[in-house]
């Protein structure tokens, strides 16, 4: 195939070829003779049936998160018989003619090559690298050959978790909250169902991650083991977003709602609490805990999108289930300002989506101001500004959760 040169170079030669006839010039019949012979020089150049070459591509590091540095990693192995030309093999994106291009070094029969790519890593979602093709031109950059191809290569960046104390803010607890707190926060403030270890309690009640915390032996103390063992938490993130009157953009407040989430899930995660996200009319992950049961958890937090709320004033059914709620504690996450935007973000009042007694948090992402409320009868309201620190909220707010 010629390129934009060798074409370019085929209508001058034909153009001096026409001059000369008419003007009688017998040099511009050299000219174009010269221009001809280059053109087929080069097309004959990139037509070595020898040069075999293979691609491929994987994204490092395989997990991404907002900010991170990552590149694609394109592997070009020589699967001929003769080397590849030093600087005439060249990568191009798939189909964009003369476009951009990286010169491949040479390659010896059997050997490989990389050439690392820098990925876009400042939007959260799932994204997508134009594919790649290998060809082989010549010294003139007058024509050149499709070696092979390399489809598109799609990769997710997942949203970044701020390290929180627990997964409730400090002064949000109370007896139905007990393992949803840390154990160090438990102990700390006296509310613990676990004491130190003494001579003669059953071994069976020793509460292991605590004791590897805190480098005692520590025990149960009261309260019903099971209970204890299987008890956790519901995370509901609704993608519906309002027009608000914070400052920033609608897609800025649903972000700032999606690293929320994500910092609630790592602080459950990480104190093996059982947790379950839940995204209204999209995704839910199930109950479960620990590492694995996260990475499922944000890669339904990779994919979400906000959608604008109905201001139809028509009302809709519930969109989340009370089975998906029941028996656990439930924090219910919003791109919102007031927690009275709640109602048309899940599509009912959240107390009527929970059972009597079950603790409920409503978090408003995006708010004007960062602050915690105990007023709430239902529950704790959190409202928390985009651009501050989530842990310093949490740490610092003051509060008591009402249960219902």
Known sequence: MLTRRGRAALVLSVALLVAGRILGVTELFGVAATAAAAVALGAAMVRSPRLRVALSATVAPPVISIGDRASLEIVIENSGSVPTPGGRLQLVPAGGGDGPLVEVPR?????RATVSLRLPTDRRGRHEVTGFDAVLADPLGIARRRVTGLGA??????????????VLPIGGGGADL???????????????LLRPYVAGDDLRRVHWPT??????????????????ATSGITVVLSARVTAGTAGGSAVDRFEHAVHVTASILTAAAREGSSFRLVIPGSADSGDG??????????????????????????????????SALEGRVVIMVAACDDP?????????????????????????????????????????????AIGESLEELWTLGDAAVVAR
């Open 107 to 111: 390659i010896v029969p059997g050997e």
């Open 340 to 384: 009275e935007a709640f109602g048309t973000l899940v599509g009912t009042e959240p107390a009527a989506l929970v059972t009597p007694g079950t603790p409920l948090v409503l978090v408003c992402a995006g708010a004007l101001e960062s602050s915690i409320e105990a007023g709430h009868r239902h529950g704790l309201v959190v409202r928390t």
């Open 289 to 322: 805990s620990g590492e694995r049961h996260l990475d499922l958890a944000f890669d339904l937090l990779t994919d979400v999108r906000g959608l604008p709320a109905s201001h139809s004033g028509e009302s809709h059914s519930p969109i989340v289930s009370r």
């Open 153 to 166: 290569t799609r990769f997710g960046v997942r949203p970044v978790a701020e390290p929180l104390s627990g």
């Open 211 to 228: 004791t590897a915390r805190i480098g005692d032996l520590m025990v149960r103390e009261g309260g019903d083991r099971e209970r204890d």
């Open 178 to 192: 007990e393992t949803t707190r840390s154990s160090a926060e438990r102990l700390r403030t006296g509310a613990s």
